[in-house]
């Protein structure tokens, strides 16, 4: 199984982003995204099952948008609005019946 991530960087706040994971090798049943903050844990962000439920994290609701595209087992996530909070390394992240698996990271850095 391989995760890789695309689309992070550096934007002004107010500003949006997109990110991209591709996974590869497995039938994935959820994928989605989480971020880790400097000295902080890693948090769901947003995931999202191969049907139409998703969840998020209540500080990105209404400003992110997590889609899939199932054909090409890639996950997106659009954000929206973004604020300094929202800088963090973001996490792809896919699970199967039999484990989950982690991309490599990207940055997103939202300036003040």
């Known amino acids: 199984v391989q995760l890789q991530a695309y689309g992070g960087g550096l934007v002004r706040a107010g500003g949006s982003l997109r990110l991209s994971c591709a996974a590869s090798?497995?039938?994935?049943?959820?994928m989605g995204w989480y971020r880790q903050a400097p000295g902080k844990q890693r948090v769901l962000v947003a995931v999202?099952?191969?049907?139409?439920?998703?969840n998020y994290a209540d500080s990105v609701k209404g400003r992110f948008t997590i889609s899939r595209d199932n054909a090409k087992n890639t996950v997106y996530l659009q954000m929206n609005s973004l604020k300094p909070e929202d800088t963090a390394v973001y996490y792809c992240?896919?699970?199967?019946?039999?484990?989950?698996?982690w991309g490599q990271g990207t940055q997103v850095t939202v300036s003040s």
């Open positions: 992240n896919a699970r199967t019946t039999f484990g989950e698996y």
């Open positions: 999202k099952a191969t049907g139409s439920a998703s």
């Open positions: 090798g497995s039938i994935f049943t959820i």
